[in-house]
C-alpha cells in the first residue's frame, strides 16, 4: 500500500479561525513533509520531519505549525492565516529521506477568507 | 544550490502522437532525478526516478526518460500519448533530502 491519506479535502476558514490538516501513512515510512502548492506553480517545501523530529523549516510564517505525534501522523496547525495562504497543502512521505521516493497524498484545499 | 528549467510551460499534442517534456537541471553534486505527474485536483503520482545504473529509465503509463550526464538534461518521452494524459508534468532534482522542482509543463492531449 502506498497511500498517503490527507484531512480534510477541502476547507474554507477565516482569518481568526484556528483549524488543523492531517496526514497520515501505513507503509513504515520515516520522513514526512509538508508542502504548499499555489495554482500553476510546484510545491514548496514548508517542513520536513525525519524519524519524528523536525528537521527543515524552510523559513515558514509561525502562524503555521508543525506536529508529528507519531511515526504516521503529520500535522499542520493553522492560526490567523492570511488570504494569500490559500494554497493545495500537500503531505508526502518517504522511507527516511536521501535518495528515497516521496509518495504524495491528495492534497487539502485551503481557502481563506 | 541545485536548480531545474522546464522550458515548457504547455505542450499541446494530438492524441497517438509521441509527445517529449524536456527538463534540465543544475547541480554542484551528483544528482537523483524524477518526474511526477499531478492530474486536475490531485496530488502528485511518481512516473519515474534515476539514481544510477541505465541511464534509459521506464516508469509507468508508458513513459521513459533519458538521463544525459553531459547535457544535464533528463527529457521524458511517451511513443504515444491518449487523452488521460493530460495533466502537469513535474520534473525534480534531490542531492540529499529535498526535492527542487522545475515550474511544470502542462501537456494538452486533444483529438
Redesign the interface.
Known amino acids: 500500500d502506498t497511500e498517503v491519506t490527507q484531512t480534510p479535502k477541502h476547507l474554507v476558514m477565516g482569518m481568526t479561525n484556528k483549524k488543523s490538516l492531517k496526514c497520515e501513512q501505513h507503509m513504515g515510512h520515516r520522513a514526512m513533509y509538508w508542502y504548499k502548492q499555489k495554482a500553476k506553480k510546484p510545491p514548496e517545501l514548508m517542513f520536513v520531519y525525519s524519524y519524528e523530529k523536525l528537521s527543515i523549516n524552510e523559513s515558514v510564517p509561525s502562524r503555521f505549525s508543525p506536529e508529528c505525534p507519531n511515526s504516521s501522523l503529520l500535522n499542520l496547525h493553522l492560526h490567523a492565516l492570511q488570504p494569500e495562504d490559500s494554497a493545495l497543502y500537500l503531505c508526502a512521505s518517504s522511507q527516511t529521506g536521501s535518495t528515497d521516493t516521496q509518495y504524495f497524498g491528495p492534497g487539502t484545499r485551503l481557502t481563506v477568507l | 544550490a541545485q536548480s531545474v528549467t522546464q522550458l515548457d510551460s504547455q505542450v499541446p499534442v494530438f492524441e497517438e502522437a509521441p509527445v517529449e517534456l524536456r527538463c534540465n537541471y543544475s547541480s554542484s553534486v551528483s544528482v537523483?532525478l524524477?518526474w511526477?505527474v499531478q492530474y486536475p485536483?490531485?496530488?502528485?503520482?511518481?512516473l519515474l526516478?534515476y539514481?544510477s545504473g541505465s541511464t534509459l529509465v521506464k516508469g509507468i503509463n508508458g513513459f521513459e526518460a533519458e538521463f544525459n550526464k553531459s547535457q544535464t538534461s533528463f527529457h521524458l518521452r511517451k511513443p504515444s500519448v491518449h487523452i488521460s494524459d493530460t495533466a502537469e508534468y513535474?520534473c525534480a532534482v534531490?542531492p540529499?533530502?529535498?526535492?527542487t522542482?522545475?515550474?511544470?509543463t502542462m501537456l494538452l492531449v486533444s483529438p
Do not use: C
Not at chain 2, 485536483?41 to 511518481?46: E, I, P, S
Not at chain 2, 540529499?96 to 526535492?99: Q, R
Open positions: 537523483y524524477f511526477y485536483n490531485q496530488g502528485l503520482q511518481l526516478k539514481l513535474f534531490s540529499y533530502s529535498t526535492l522542482f522545475g515550474k511544470g
